[in-house]
DNA sequence: TTGTAAGCGTTATCAT
DNA sequence: ATGATAACGCTTACAA
């Protein structure tokens, strides 16, 4: 369709390499020739073929970046900061929307690496030996955010466990005496990545446990909304906060509560994970834990990058600080 | 770094041409050699290159998509249909984001075309024939959604002008006798694309200037929170609602009077448009227009396929349905 | 100043 | 059943 190195060289009656030296401006062509090239050039619209760049030098310059469902907001965010972090070194982001399927989420990876993706960026659904065999056999370079795989790719995250403790702190400072811990990802079929949910648990079962006289409960699966009334059956006089493994989900209890006529945080506390974007609309402000979605994209760009430069590089794990963000639901 | 089709063939000592008949089962290939062929596949784990295969072709299978900022949600929630009505016929999605720069839009635009992308999704930012020409002269298929920027491109689209036109008309039905019509937008540069929303400040003046007795008034520009106060200055017997174009300017209308203590629709009603998904958490449910991002998306990539396939395509503009959805805010 | 030739990895055609 | 050869579009030695 467009036209070609060949058929500028053909129409200027010189050769490729002529038309090269023109067109990129090094070695020397005379300025005849040149004018001719480039008026030619200009006149059919040259555009150079970067696949057949690329295949020549080996090098593509573009990121793949892979990314759940972006209507769960989760992650969504980290987009721009990937995008802008890697323009600034002169890649090429690709992103590419995997719409909560495992298989699809390895076809694309695949799909990525065929496409001579020079790393890849990752917050994985995917787990386990094999899945972990597959992204190691594909021999590029790799960075997980979030969820982790193994260990032999760099990973880079928050200490999921140690914020929900924190979280549970700050709930119980605040005098409640009865938790419920919501966290629908442990519903989730077995085959499925939720290392960040089941890190959140274990830190919200150790706090918990840390306190006696505190009662707790967890529920887990799609169907929560339901469940809440069941939980507060019997607890009519103890104080209960909800404490919610990701934000949208705490938005929906608040939801559920002002469709009955409650509000929050006078008949219960609220506390969610990640401070989504969208809170900034949401009233009551809602108590949550920062998890650092930018500044965990950031690192892993910058740490794909240079696992892409460094022939040395050895697989790492990130800890980014989290931070109790004390707000309106509690 | 990964095997290659030829070092293959040297591995089992035969020629590529045996190796590919091998690993496509197509044409004939002695059991034994095939076998052998299969398994030093296997072994370094081959992945065919496919720039290679799409220089030899001519063809890629991907479609490219440019997204404004995606904390800007609208648009985001589009992607998801995208990708999935793009897999449905076999061709892979590639996502960029230009992060708001009229500049950095054309550089991406370029970037997928040099990536040999077989067809262009865009909400364009830029305009005017310059940038038309620069469109064009790609002689690639491309869609436009929302923004228009050449008769020559199909573009997709609500009848934006009629949409604002139904939302007056809802809003005075409500006994409204002031409008205030915000519409950010309209301070931007002049070299930006903002077709959709003067389409709706058209529809707007037009439904006004029909209903005598109704006054109104328009706030343009980023800072028009300040001017909102100002705007109700002297009209303190006539029923306010203000008209946004584009529902997070509506929230920040609603977050706004909830922080001065006043409330929505008590104190002034309230209008967004788009619809878009982060409605669902916010209370009072925000009355606004569907321009139906789903639809736009779905009907954008089918055209641009049918414009990728059939030799004779010819341009068109097309509009879908809005809906006015009448809520609580109003 | 200009050109020739080989190569990137894949595929298709035509031979043997 | 297997191979040789050319082609896709671009780049880079190495000549002339």
Redesign the interface.
Known sequence: ??ITVNQIAEKCGVSRTTVLRALNSQGSVGKQTKERILAVAKEY?Y??????R??HHGR?M?LGVVTI???NMYF??S??VI??EAEKRGY??????C?ESLEGERRLI??L????MEGILISPMNKGKEFEDFLL????PIVCMGNHVSDLITTVQVNEKKAAMDAVHLILSKGYQNIVFICPPLGAPKQQNIYVHEQRLAGFKEAVLECPGITSQIIGGMDYLKEIDAALVGKPEKKTAFLCSGD?YA??V??LY?QKGLSIPENAGLMGFDNI??L????PKLTTVSTNLEGVATTAVTELLQQIDAADYSPKSIYLNHKVLDRDTL
């Open positions: 369709m467009a619209n555009r150079p073929n970067l696949l057949a690329s295949l593509t573009s469902n972006v209507e969504v965010q987009l721009n995008n802008r090429f982001t690709n992103i590419v929307v719409d695949q799909g690496a065929e496409r001579q056999s594909l021999h590029i949208s938005l929906n608040m939801r002002r974007n969208v900034d609309y949401i009233t």
